[in-house]
């Protein structure tokens, strides 16, 4: 196992927008968009997640191996080796450390940044292989998704220990997760065209179905109003459900049904956000559920490659990402 070690460096800017980039019309308008080059090459920086308490951006290094951050105040990036195999697919941080999920050796870690000490919870089943996405609930405790492991999991921070729910499906890959007003948990499931939710109380695990058997819901994110928005990876559609009534209703996003919605954030005028994988290069997009229009599309300068997950940031208003051509970017938000 390899511990405690760090790397600092200085890294230039990548690139400054607004691009310009084919519009339908001319109320389309492109954003104020940068990217930073990590220093650690081909190592699939992703999921990257604001801390307001310290400034930092801290995100994974998938294929590198590794926890870090990026501070944008000084262009900085701080490296942390976690342990070999681990190959981390997101993260999540708050006043405990850094806690990440074990995608290729079935693990919740947590990271102490002051003294490099991991703390590792192990998942109680070994099928539950790959820890996927993380998010905390309001008492402080973790809710993950395991992908092709086909489960739900819940860790008690403080006891440590670890309760899973699974599908009723063979292969429904939970994905994407968030959490609604009552403290539910919503996710998609990415192999299926079915939306789930578990009722923390009971772990009871419930699920409702899209029309389309071809959609395929990949992230997933929520409104004021307590609806539930997907990026619908197989079809190219932005969708919305909404939990009461069970109603769904989608829209085709502006690079048509191969555009491949993926990477997706709700700012806080509920506006929706999210990026075009399956266009060369990659398209920041933007929906405004009240005029229900795409208002917005920029490139992504370095292609992007895929752009998996974003984080909005209230206070300064700018959306965090990572590229698989190995950059840490943010959008500014009009």
Do not use: C
């Not at 699939?44 to 604001?50: A, I």
């Not at 993380?134 to 492991?149: E, H, S, Y």
């Amino acid at each position: 196992m390899r511990r405690n070690a760090s790397v600092l460096l200085l890294l230039p800017i990548l690139a400054t927008l607004p691009l310009t980039t084919p519009a339908a019309s001319q109320d389309v308008q492109t954003v104020e968009l940068r990217e930073w080059t990590v220093p650690w090459p081909n190592s699939r920086p992703r999921d990257p997640y604001f801390d307001a308490a310290s400034g930092f951006v801290w995100f994974v290094g998938q294929t590198g191996n590794y926890v870090a951050y990026f501070d944008p105040r000084t262009t900085e990036f701080k490296r942390y080796e976690i342990e070999d195999g681990t190959n981390p697919h997101s993260l999540i941080v708050d006043s405990r450390g850094v806690w990440y999920t074990g995608n290729q050796n079935g693990r919740i870690g947590r990271l102490d940044p002051q003294t490099g000490k991991l703390t590792i919870y192990m998942m109680p089943d070994s099928t539950a292989r790959d820890p996927h996405t993380p998010i905390f609930d309001a008492k402080g405790d973790l809710w993950f998704t395991v992908q092709g492991g086909n489960f739900v999991g819940k860790l008690d921070t403080g006891s440590g220990k670890i309760v899973l729910a699974q599908p009723p499906f063979r292969g429904a890959r939970p994905y994407g997760i968030v959490l609604d007003r009552e403290g539910r948990v919503w996710f998609d499931l990415f192999g299926t065209n079915r939306i789930g939710t578990i009722d923390p109380a009971t772990m009871k695990m419930t699920t409702m179905d899209l029309p389309n058997q071809r959609s395929r819901p990949r992230r997933i994110a929520i409104t004021s109003d307590q609806r539930i928005w997907y990026t619908d990876y197989a079809l190219g559609r932005l969708g919305r459900l909404d939990p009461k009534t069970g109603e769904v209703r989608d829209w085709p996003t502006p690079g048509g049904e191969r555009s491949q919605p993926y990477a997706m954030a709700v700012d806080d005028r509920d506006r929706i956000w999210f990026v075009e994988t399956g266009v060369r290069p990659n398209r920041f997009v933007g929906f405004d559920p009240r005029s229900e229009a795409f208002f917005s599309v920029t490139d992504i300068a370095s292609g992007g490659g895929a752009v998996r997950q974003m984080m909005f940031d209230p206070k300064a208003r700018v959306i965090w990402f990572g590229t698989d051509t190995n950059n840490i970017g943010r959008v500014v938000v009009p």
